[in-house]
């Protein structure tokens, strides 16, 4: 299931252009076209037909195409201002607006594959816009405000709002240091494999309950969240397939799915459990209990 480093290449690669595809900002979409009818939860596809991609943007794991109308149905006279010209473009931008859930992904391609379009727009060079989805979990919004969507998400754990004192400011309760950074109303993005990877960059038990850490490791989780997140995004943009669907490959992770497999960084044997009904992989030894 993509997290945040793989739905942030995603919009990378849609902004400038990447893994050999070109970028989607700048391009007009000359017709947009639902193929399977589950994809589109609400809005219109024809109201971004005609429209120009002026940027890609992403909120917690829900990606945000913004479409500018044709500036022949929405020119603005002459006398207008460039600065309020701006301003009245980004606020009359239709919005799609993408989850990918477990296997949605979009790509700008030459042709449209053969299998698992749900959705595709086709732009003014001919090229496509395709978002694919074997599992068909993935959905689709259009909107002129995306705002209501993201309603009740936490802090972006790579802005500045991200910091130990809203971990600190979480440490009630019982619950376990993994499910609170599954919690997407306290910090978006981490899902089960990079909530056990940042865990074992900072030494922590999963198990150990939020309260109980001290400010120091608040301190230390927090750096290994941001480290983990970072360093994530940065080896996404140099691969050209999700690291966990490549099933071919060695696992390139420290802990995540690794159960029962040596520690990368001291050969004990990883221990697994279920934690909030996921399954959470840690090293006793790099991160003991206490
Ligand atoms: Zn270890």
Same mark, same amino acid.
């Not at 989607?24 to 000359?30: M, Q």
């Given at each position: 299931m993509p997290e945040l480093p793989e739905v942030d290449t995603i919009c990378w690669r849609l902004r400038e252009g990447g893994h050999g595809e070109p970028p +989607?900002?700048?391009?007009? +979409?000359?017709s947009v076209d639902v193929d399977d009818d589950a994809v589109l939860r609400s809005g219109d596809v024809a109201a971004a037909r005609g429209g120009q991609v002026v940027d890609v943007t992403r909120r917690a794991k829900w990606i945000t195409i913004h479409v500018a109308p044709t500036p022949t149905t929405k020119r603005t006279t002459a006398k207008t201002a460039s600065s309020a010209t701006a301003q009245s473009t980004r606020q009359s931008t239709i919005r799609l607006l993408v989850h990918l859930v477990m296997t949605g992904d979009l790509h700008v391609v030459p042709a449209v594959p053969a299998r698992f379009v749900r959705w595709r727009a086709r732009l003014d060079d001919d090229a496509w816009l395709v978002f694919t989805d074997p599992r068909r979990f993935g959905h689709l919004d259009v909107t002129d405000d995306d705002a209501p969507f993201f309603a009740g998400l936490g802090v972006e754990p790579l802005s500045d709002d991200f910091a130990p004192a809203l971990l600190a400011g979480a440490r009630r309760g019982r619950r376990a240091v993994k499910t609170a950074l599954l919690d997407q109303s306290l910090v978006v993005g981490l899902g089960n494999i990079w909530a056990d990877e940042s865990l074992h960059v900072a030494g922590l038990d999963p198990r150990r309950a939020l309260a109980d850490l001290d400010d120091h490791e608040l301190v230390r989780l927090h750096g290994a969240i941001k480290a983990t997140l970072q360093q994530a995004i940065a080896e996404a943009q140099t691969e050209l397939v999700w690291r966990y669907g490549n099933t071919a490959a060695p696992s390139p992770f420290r802990v995540y799915d690794r159960g029962g497999e040596p520690c990368r960084g001291c050969a004990t044997t990883l221990s697994s459990t279920k934690l909030a009904g996921r399954t959470t992989v840690w090293c006793p030894r790099c991160q003991p209990a206490r």
């Open positions: +989607l900002v700048g391009r007009t +979409l000359v």
